[in-house]
């Protein structure tokens, strides 16, 4: 796959087929996103790889400290609520998603049942923390090396056939990620992706979200044309 359709094509998949990813094709994506550049080729990432039991724990823990009520625990800080265009935007996707999942404006229950699925990393086969040195926290530049590896990761897959979506609810009760993923105490939890082999009778995955024109994100100084 050339990487222009790698990145044309890629979207991002919330439905996996119940089949497990080889561990020396994950290793295989991995390496290529680990090509990944970073400040001063400081390299501050961690990818802990969940599969089976420990993935089936963190599910069952994350869904249950949230249906108990127990407020979500990130170790970065919150952006808080989306305003303004950004908002705009987040509404128009999630109107995508439920539109191609017939999930009605009005219908309660499969609109929980939609947010409790990112709790349960999208029911992927694979669930890859990405983490960064404690020692580098309390700045931003890790966190911007860290989202190169992540888009590596996602591109990585896709030309695999892989899908992949990156999922920050997955480690919104990062106490039970942590405890069952073996994490450190000197590292950070960033966020997580869900890798598996899509499913495509999931229509969801067929959702493409909208991206501005060029124009619109982009400022061109100094040309003469």
């Known amino acids: 796959m050339q990487l222009d359709e790698a ?20 290793e295989e994506v991995i390496a290529l996103a680990n090509r990944a550049p970073s400040s001063m ?20 823990g994350n869904s249950t400290r949230m249906l108990n009520g127990t407020p979500p625990v990130r170790e970065i800080v919150d952006h808080g609520a989306y305003e303004g265009p950004h908002r705009d935007r987040q509404v128009g996707i999630a109107k995508q998603l439920f539109a191609a999942m017939g999930i009605a404006r009005d219908d309660k ?16 086969p694979v669930s890859i923390v990405v ?21 590596g990761l996602t591109l990585a897959a896709w030309s695999r056939g892989l899908g992949c979506v990156i999922n920050g609810q997955g480690i919104m009760q990062s106490p039970v990620v942590r405890e069952h993923a073996q994490i450190p105490d000197d590292q950070v939890i960033m966020t997580c992706v869900a890798m598996g082999w899509p499913d495509e009778e999931f229509s969801a995955n067929a959702v493409v979200s909208e991206r501005r024109e060029v124009a619109e994100v982009a400022t061109f100084i100094g040309f003469s044309s």
């Open 109 to 124: 229950e499969m609109r929980q049942d939609w947010v409790m699925r990112g709790f349960r990393q999208f029911d992927a």
């Open 7 to 26: 990145m044309q094509g890629r979207r991002s998949i919330r439905g996996f087929q119940d089949k497990p990813v080889p561990r020396a094709l994950i």
């Open 131 to 151: 983490t960064f040195d404690k020692s580098l926290d309390g700045g931003t530049i890790a966190h911007f090396d860290l989202g190169a590896v992540t888009y």
């Open 41 to 60: 080729n400081t390299q501050p990432w961690h990818l802990h790889v969940l599969t089976g039991d420990p993935l089936e724990k963190v599910r069952e």
